[in-house]
């Protein structure tokens, strides 16, 4: 089993920066394959970045140049760097692995930006 605990999240105004960790512990090997989403109330789940096997990494267009997705596999840790933030930007964002075919999610952590 893995376990994923998301932190960084905050408030902040409009044309600040976040960097947000996912912290995973437990039976990971290394973090490989990788993807954020974020929800709004109403909405469903949409994927902001994602980095597959091999380092590709692809974005939204709405966050592309402003958030960039990597990994620290020696601390076993995924972060989203999201400069430039914009209102629009204000959601729940969850971080998700995939190791050996299983799929875990973190719980979330709400990013809210003000004008």
């Known amino acids: 089993q893995v376990q994923l605990v998301e932190s960084g999240g905050g408030l902040v105004q409009a044309g600040g920066s976040l960097r947000l960790s996912c912290a995973a512990s437990?039976?990971?090997?290394?973090?490989?394959?990788l993807e954020w989403y974020r929800q709004t109330p109403g909405k469903q789940r949409e994927l902001v970045a994602g980095?597959?096997?091999?380092?590709?990494?692809k974005y939204a267009d709405s966050v592309k140049g402003r958030f960039t997705i990597s990994s620290d596999n020696a601390k076993n840790t995924a972060y989203l760097q999201m400069n430039s933030l914009k209102p629009e930007d204000t959601a729940v964002y969850y971080c998700?692995?995939?190791?050996?075919?299983?799929?875990?999610w973190g719980q979330g952590t709400q990013v809210t930006i003000s004008s």
């Open positions: 980095r597959e096997r091999g380092g590709v990494t």
């Open positions: 998700k692995i995939e190791q050996f075919g299983a799929v875990y």
């Open positions: 437990g039976s990971i090997f290394s973090i490989n394959f």
